[in-house]
C-alpha cells in the first residue's frame, strides 16, 4: 500500500531539518538534503508501525474489522 506525506523541510545552517504535516511527533535532521528525507520516511514507518500496533491493542477483546478511510480532495 502507498500512502503520500507531505513534509516542510528547510536548512538551517549546516543542517537539514523537516516535519511530516500530518503525523504529529515525526520530524528528524539531516546533514544533506537526502539524508533528511530517508530518516523522515523511516521516523513516519515506525510512528505508522506503533499507531498501528496502538489500534489493534485497543480493540482486542471484541469483534472488529480494518476499512479504508479515503479523503477526498
Given at each position: ?22 503525523v504529529p ?49
Amino acid at each position: 500500500m502507498e500512502a503520500n506525506y507531505r513534509a516542510v523541510i528547510q536548512q538551517r545552517g549546516a543542517w537539514w531539518i523537516g516535519w511530516i504535516e500530518e503525523v504529529p511527533g515525526v520530524n528528524s535532521q539531516g546533514e544533506t538534503r537526502e539524508e533528511l528525507l530517508e530518516n523522515l520516511r523511516s521516523a513516519l514507518a515506525e510512528a505508522l508501525e506503533l499507531n498501528r500496533a496502538d489500534a489493534l491493542a485497543a480493540a482486542q477483546g471484541a469483534p472488529y474489522e480494518e476499512v479504508r478511510v479515503v479523503l477526498a480532495a
